[in-house]
């Protein structure tokens, strides 16, 4: 068990740019969800996923955001046209998805600057 | 709606001091309900939950917490502060009956740790 990884922990990208951020969760994990955590504030719900399909997406911020997990692996967020206001701490988590005590492991954050 | 209210933007307490950290949730039911640190340039990591049964819940690093329904709370303790303890905490709540739904977490509050 190697935890929930993303790549890459920091990214800095110029205003309209568009950036993709990538989320292995933990191997026998099914459910995986996005997260945004900005400054002074605790995350925030974007989406998540039961395997490959995509439960909830209402919560994601506008038509710039969606999120991908084609095989059920791993995941990936990505922001078009890119605005300072994208600028935030984007968090994944997974759970085994099963019963209803399961926890919800984090990874460390992709760190977005938009300049 | 759900929310969860942390009052204390910022907590210092000397090192060997007890420490409590206020959580007060709103939710139509029993929510599930958590404690979360993060510390810098860390993902988060889950000190506690509670799902049922006893209101005094034990957790990691040796934290407990205790629901109070009548009060909505969901109070973090610890008798004696530890210089590493220094972090971010978050309340959060899930969905009743499911540990799996999307967590909606509070602003947090940071500890400080004085000598």
């Known amino acids: 068990d190697t935890g929930v990884s993303q790549n890459p922990r920091h990214k800095i990208t110029k205003r309209g740019q568009n950036v993709t951020f990538r989320c292995d969760p933990i191997s026998e994990h099914n459910r995986l969800y996005w997260y945004r955590q900005t400054l002074g504030q605790g995350p925030e719900f974007l989406t998540y996923f039961q395997n490959e399909a995509q439960l909830e997406k209402s919560r994601l911020l506008s038509d710039r955001f969606s999120a991908e997990r ?29 019963g209803d005590t399961s926890e919800q492991y984090f990874g460390p954050g992709t760190r977005l600057t938009v300049t | 709606a759900q929310s969860v209210t942390q009052p204390d933007i910022h907590i210092t307490v000397s ?9 007060n949730y709103s939710y139509g039911a029993t929510p599930y309900l958590f404690w979360y640190v993060q510390s810098p340039g860390q993902g988060l990591q889950l000190l506690l939950k509670y799902f049922s049964g006893d209101t005094l819940v034990q957790g990691i690093k040796g934290f407990e917490a205790e629901f109070k329904r009548s009060q909505s709370s969901f109070n973090l303790r610890k008798p004696s502060v530890h210089w590493s303890d220094a972090a971010e905490y978050f309340c959060a709540v899930g969905a009743p009956f499911s540990g799996n739904t999307p967590l909606v977490f509070g602003k947090g509050t940071r ?5």
Do not use: H, N, W
């Open chain 1, 70 to 98: 084609p095989k059920g692996s791993f995941s990936t967020l990505e922001i078009q046209r890119t605005e300072q206001g994208d600028s935030a701490m984007y968090l994944c988590a997974s759970s085994l998805g099963v």
């Open chain 2, 15 to 23: 090192e060997g001091a007890s420490l409590e950290l206020r959580c």
């Open chain 2, 111 to 115: 500890l400080s740790v004085i000598a």
